[in-house]
């Protein structure tokens, strides 16, 4: 099983990026994203639980809500984070996962991605 993140960047504050998580060797029901900053521990980002194609729960965390927002591309088994209005404050590496719980909880994911980097400039 392996997760391949990618997409991040150096972007202004205000810009977008577009984050992906292609899923092999399996195919997952619940995903979420993570980030981390210098200094600074693991932090929930999103978290979305699918059947098919079908959404059935997704969760944010405050500071990205009505920003970023995550969606999974069944055919693909690829799971994108879409983030707009980026600020300097999400700045970090990535980092997606995935597993059997839906869950905000880092360590309650079973497999992760290699993380990829978001630089937002002021």
């Given at each position: ?78 799971v994108?984070l ?15 996962a ?25």
């Amino acid at each position: 099983v392996q997760l391949q993140a990618s997409g991040g960047g150096l972007v202004q504050a205000g810009g977008s990026l577009r984050l992906s998580c292609a899923a092999s060797g399996r195919t997952f029901i619940n995903y979420g994203w993570f980030r981390q900053a210098p200094g600074k521990e693991r932090e929930f980002v999103a978290a979305g639980s699918w059947s098919g194609g079908i959404t059935y729960y997704a969760d944010y965390a405050e500071s990205v809500k009505g920003r970023f927002t995550i969606s999974r591309d069944h055919a693909k088994n690829t799971v994108w984070l879409q983030m707009n209005a980026l600020k300097p404050g999400d700045t970090g590496v990535y980092y997606c996962a995935a597993g059997m719980t839906r869950t905000t909880w880092p360590h309650r994911y079973d497999y992760w991605g290699q993380g990829t980097q978001v630089t937002v400039s002021s």
